[in-house]
């Protein structure tokens, strides 16, 4: 997976919980402690989940509060500073979301091993749409907790209501 995805980790780790709990993960993790990522290198996804995994452990979180915690930093700190022009002119959660497709095709098309996520939405209505998650990865957890932080980014309220492990209906207000 692209490098940004473990430095997004690494920052949320080191600016919210301490340079030491990152020390520790990376320890865990059997890589070294002066180990650098870099954002448009393919790391391996073992890497990846090995240091997701760890991060759970050393923070005393269970994934799905960490995707959360995650979910948020990404969407609300990492990516509008790191991607600013994908945030520009997107005015709804609802239509940001329906970008998601051609967002990560984008950024990942010159990326060696780039397998990024994939998305089908239906709109129900005009508040209201289904959106399914497609990954061989299983990420379903990071998957929720970036529509969570989605929401906070564009302070709108967003009711999730699971209708399958990778298919929600999200009702935006
Ligand atoms: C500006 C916003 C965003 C950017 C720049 C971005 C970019 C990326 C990149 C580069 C990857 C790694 C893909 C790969 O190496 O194969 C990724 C993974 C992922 N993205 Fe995004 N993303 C954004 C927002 C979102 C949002 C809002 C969602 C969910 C609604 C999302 C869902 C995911 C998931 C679940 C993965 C993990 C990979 C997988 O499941 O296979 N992303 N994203």
């Not at 997976?1 to 600016?15: E, S």
Request: net charge positive; hydrophobic share 40%.
């Amino acid at each position: 997976m692209k490098g940004t995805i473990v430095i997004a980790l690494q920052d949320l780790v080191k600016n919210k919980f301490g340079q030491e709990n990152w020390t520790d993960i990376l320890k865990k993790s059997n890589l070294p402690e002066d180990n650098v990522f870099y954002s448009h290198y393919d790391i391996d996804d073992k890497i990846v989940m090995t240091l997701l995994q760890n991060t759970c452990e050393v923070l005393n979180m269970t994934l799905e509060q960490t995707a959360e915690v995650y979910g948020n930093y990404w969407m609300n700190e990492y990516a509008p500073k790191k991607y600013f022009a994908f945030f520009v002119r997107k005015k709804t959660a609802k239509e940001f979301l329906l970008e998601m497709n051609r967002l990560h095709s984008k950024i990942t098309n010159k990326i060696k091993n780039a397998r990024p996520p994939k998305f089908e939405f239906e709109e129900l209505e005009d508040n209201k749409i289904i959106m399914s998650y497609y990954s061989a990865r299983n990420l379903e957890l990071i998957w929720i907790g970036l529509i969570k932080g989605v929401g906070t980014y564009f302070n709108e309220d967003i009711k999730i209501k699971k209708l399958g492990r990778s298919k929600v209906e999200l009702t935006f207000s």
